[in-house]
């Protein structure tokens, strides 16, 4: 089942986690709006389309880098799959 679709027993505060994806090979980020615990035992990080038209699991996301607790770690995170990236076309 979609994690999306299974009803939430809870929502927590992101307290400045963010999204991080490759949109074209540049870094986008984007603060969660919460983590939100489902029936199955899974917290999914939610995260609202740039407008707030509706809301969405990150972890579905194609191009989805990964998330981080503050911007200097998405920074991070961003730089080591950057490396990842050059070093697998470097060896293929």
Not at 13 to 26: T, Y
Not at 29 to 37: D, N
């Amino acid at each position: 089942m979609n994690a999306i679709c299974d009803p939430f027993i809870q929502l927590l505060p992101p307290n400045g986690w963010l999204a991080v994806w490759d949109r074209n090979g540049r870094m986008e980020a984007y603060p969660l709006i919460a983590f939100a615990l489902t029936r199955g035992g899974d917290v999914v990080p939610l995260c609202a389309e740039q407008q707030g038209a509706y809301i969405r699991d990150v972890r579905e996301e194609t191009n989805l880098v990964g998330i981080a607790p503050t911007f200097q770690e998405a920074e991070r995170l961003w730089d080591d799959y950057r490396e990842g990236q050059q070093r697998r076309k470097s060896i293929g």
